[in-house]
Structures are given as structure tokens and as C-alpha cells.
């Protein structure tokens, strides 16, 4: 409902910012400015290269669909990049716009768009640079990102399918875990003196339990710890190539999850072809 809300009143303001830019470029200011308007026009690009780092783990493509799309739709009404760029970012919010404001003027300067882009490969990915350097080197920059926009809105669809078809079985794993570490923790130990006092020869199921009981009763936090830990040092080996390369091989031949992941990819590559081709 939000993105909802956001992109309609979005599109309400659009034709507005593009009518002011144009009244502008036809009615240009002054040379003679007062400084204060002068140092007023630098703040934006002075917060932008502040906010240059702020984006460590990328965007959302929600964000970058809204990006796309209205960067496309300002331009096929025959803005400039430059004034485009910043009629999107006064509709964007946090270190997003930020970063468009440093991209804006990083192409005032001289740089092309997918230039400026590449400078932050964690906010932008290959393709949405490559389909800008598409558009720029063909010069149908605003049909690129068009085509853009849809690509990555179908990938979000698909995202999000698989991520709905794996939630039913996440939730189950998640809660027999739990149920196994509470009973492993506060049910087993009790048992154990009654095991203990029966002095019989236990199965050896049960003696597994009961030593899992134990050792959780006295290293708990150590293997908490230790998971925590462990799943950190996988998240920062996953943005190493060779890691990534050898995970991407195992995963791939996962007998249920390398066929889902196959088909997922295979369906990328065949949307993100289409999209290549039609810009051309």
C-alpha cells in the first residue's frame, strides 16, 4: 500500500517538477546570482558526496523499478539527463537520493550515466548499468529504461513467488528447531536423573539425546555464539568470487533446490535476453 501511495502521488507531482524545469530552461536566471542562491545550489551536491558511502547493501528493485520508470517517463517528455536526474531524486527519500545527487552531478560534469552508476556497484547491479550504456550508446536511453522497469518488475514477481513457495517450509524448520533446543534444554536434563537412577543400559538414541542435553546445558551460549559467528563469516565469504563460485556449484546440485534454482535462472536469463534485445 505504501509503494502504492508513493508512486501515485509521484506521478501527481511529475508533471509539475517537468513544467517548472521547462519554465526554467526557457527563462534561465541571471548570471549575476546572489551568492547565497549560489551556495544554496551546492548544498544538494555537498549532502550527495557525504551520502556517497551510505548505501552499503544496495537498494530494494522496488526502488529501482521506481527509479527506472520515472527517470524513463521524465525523459520521453524531452527533459535533459541532468535535469531529469534531479527532478527524480526530490522524490526519492535517504541515501538513495543521495546517491542521485552525486550521480546528477557527476554527469553535469561530464561523465556519462553509466559511468557515474558503476561508481557504486552496491547500489546498482551490471544489468542496470549495462542496459543504461545500451541506451546511451544507441541513444534510445529512455526506451532502455523503460524496458528496465518491466524486466525488473517481472523479477521482483518471480522473487517474490519463490520466496512465498519457501516461507510454509522455513516456518516448520524454524519451529522444530525451537522445539527441539527448548525440549533438548529444559525437558532432557530432568530425565536424565531418572535415567541415571534406573542404572539400566539406555538405547543409543537416547544416550545421544541425553549427551546433547548435557553439552547444551553447559556450552549454550558458546553454541550460540558460535552459529552467530558462523553465519557471519558465511555472509562476508559469499561476497568473495571464488567462495561464491564454489557455494553457486554445491547449491546447483542440491537434488530439490538446485532444480528450483536452475529454473529461477534460467527464467532470469530469458527475461533479461528479451529486454537486451528489444533495446537493442
Avoid: C
Avoid at 543504461?132 to 521482483?156: C, F, N, P, W
Avoid at 571464488?242 to 529454473?263: C, D, E, M, Q, Y
Amino acid at each position: 500500500m505504501e509503494k502504492d501511495k508513493l508512486q501515485i502521488e509521484t506521478e501527481k507531482k511529475l508533471p509539475e517538477e517537468v513544467d517548472k524545469s521547462a519554465a526554467i530552461a526557457e527563462n534561465p536566471p541571471p548570471k549575476n546570482q546572489p551568492e547565497e542562491s549560489k551556495e544554496s545550489e551546492k548544498e544538494p551536491k555537498e549532502k550527495a558526496k557525504r551520502g556517497k558511502n551510505f548505501l552499503l547493501f544496495g537498494i530494494s528493485l522496488n526502488e529501482k523499478v521506481f527509479l527506472a520508470k520515472h527517470l524513463s517517463t521524465i525523459l520521453k517528455a524531452g527533459m535533459d539527463l541532468p535535469e531529469s536526474l534531479r527532478i527524480v531524486q526530490r522524490q526519492l527519500h535517504g541515501g538513495l537520493k543521495n546517491v542521485l545527487g552525486d550521480v546528477s552531478a557527476k554527469v553535469e560534469g561530464g561523465k556519462s550515466l553509466n559511468v557515474a552508476l558503476s561508481e557504486y556497484p552496491n547500489v546498482f547491479d551490471p544489468l542496470f548499468i549495462n542496459m543504461v550504456k545500451v541506451g546511451e550508446k544507441s541513444g534510445t536511453l529512455d526506451q532502455s529504461l523503460h524496458y528496465l522497469s518491466i524486466q525488473l518488475s517481472k523479477d521482483a514477481k518471480l522473487i517474490s513467488k519463490v520466496k512465498s513457495a519457501a516461507l510454509y517450509p522455513l516456518i516448520v524448520l524454524s519451529a522444530a528447531v525451537v522445539v527441539g533446543g527448548g525440549v533438548s534444554y529444559f525437558v532432557l536434563p530432568k530425565l536424565t536423573k531418572l535415567f541415571t537412577s534406573f542404572k539400566a543400559d539406555l538405547p543409543l538414541a537416547t544416550k545421544i539425546l541425553l549427551a546433547i542435553s548435557n553439552n547444551l546445558q553447559h556450552y549454550g551460549l558458546w553454541w550460540l555464539a558460535g552459529i552467530i559467528l558462523a553465519i557471519i563469516l558465511f555472509s562476508v565469504l559469499l561476497r568473495v568470487r571464488f567462495f561464491r563460485a564454489i557455494w553457486n556449484n554445491v547449491t546447483l546440485h542440491t537434488p530439490v533446490a538446485g532444480k528450483i534454482i536452475i529454473s529461477l535462472n534460467l527464467a532470469r536469463f530469458s527475461l533479461t535476453l528479451g529486454t537486451l534485445l528489444k533495446s537493442g
